[in-house]
């Protein structure tokens, strides 16, 4: 802006001269040669003319680079949208990967399951030092009904406790106010399975002669109706057998990664009103 401020009368003046110029030139006939008068003027306005080509010639690079950079700026906002949108797309696809995997799992699990059974979502989740519980997406409306089993694609993870129209909630099996009965698969040693804190379990009533070891597998015996018999329950990963008692200590990590539930099965059988 100060530039053609400073150089406005100039830049006016040579654009004027130029145009007069080309004007007289034109009315030259074709035929002829310029006379003395006209190449005379030629000659002595050469010398305005160069510098006038050049400040037109300038401007002229100067649009034209800043047209460039308009354009430039325009492609890469674009582009940048573009890659955004295409992220988006790999994350929306990852994730649909990632659920259809757990739905294939969850799927291999209700064929093994003879008893009817409803898919549901997690949708909220109460754990507590007190209660360790999760609330479902499915209710009475359903067919739910308070006691029934709920499983995941690796095992138990509890029963409905508390059911509304739409929704439902789960007692986990490490709640302290869960209880499942339970066998060694190895040994067939058998226990009540019992919440305990910080996400764990204890087996139970389980006597000091019985064959229990570290990294066993424990699974439910069916017995009591809520479970069928053979679902994964967990893993053995402590015993510990006192000098005095007639039970052993056995601390059981749960087969389900119940910080990171999403979907379940509730078995429909049995429960009550």
């Not at 100039?10 to 006209?38: D, K």
């Not at 800043?66 to 890469?76: A, F």
Request: some cysteine; glycine content about 8%; aromatic content about 6%.
């Amino acid at each position: 802006m100060d530039f053609l401020k400073k150089y406005m009368y100039p830049l006016l003046t040579g654009i004027g001269i130029l145009a007069a110029l080309l004007v007289f030139s034109l009315n030259i006939p074709r035929n002829r040669e310029a006379n003395f008068i006209e190449r005379s003027a030629l000659s002595a306005m050469s010398p305005l003319l160069k510098p006038v080509f050049r400040i037109s010639a300038l401007v002229e690079d100067i649009w034209d680079g800043y047209i460039r950079l308009v354009d430039t700026h325009s492609e890469n906002l674009q582009l940048r949208e573009d890659i955004r949108t295409l992220n988006l797309r790999i994350l929306e696809g990852n994730e649909a990967l990632l659920s259809n995997k757990r739905l294939e799992r969850l799927l291999d699990m209700k064929k093994s399951v003879p008893d009817p059974t409803i898919s549901a979502t997690v949708i909220g989740e109460d754990v507590t030092s007190w209660f360790r519980t999760l609330v479902i997406d499915r209710g009475s409306s359903s067919g739910i009904r308070e006691g029934m089993a709920v499983l995941s694609a690796e095992g138990v993870v509890g029963q409905t406790v508390k059911v509304t129209a739409t929704t439902s909630r789960v007692l986990l099996l490490t709640d302290h106010a869960s209880g499942i009965s339970a066998t060694i698969q190895r040994s067939r040693a058998r226990g009540v399975v019992k919440g305990k804190s910080e996400m764990l379990c204890t087996l139970e009533f389980t006597t000091r002669e019985e064959d229990v070891k570290v990294g066993d597998t424990v699974i439910t015996s069916g017995i009591g109706g809520l479970f069928l018999k053979g679902l994964p329950i967990g893993e053995v990963t402590m015993v510990k057998r006192g000098e005095y008692g007639i039970f052993q200590t056995v601390s059981i990590r749960p087969a389900v990664n119940l910080p990171h539930l999403e979907e379940v099965l509730v078995v429909q059988r049995g429960g009550y009103e």
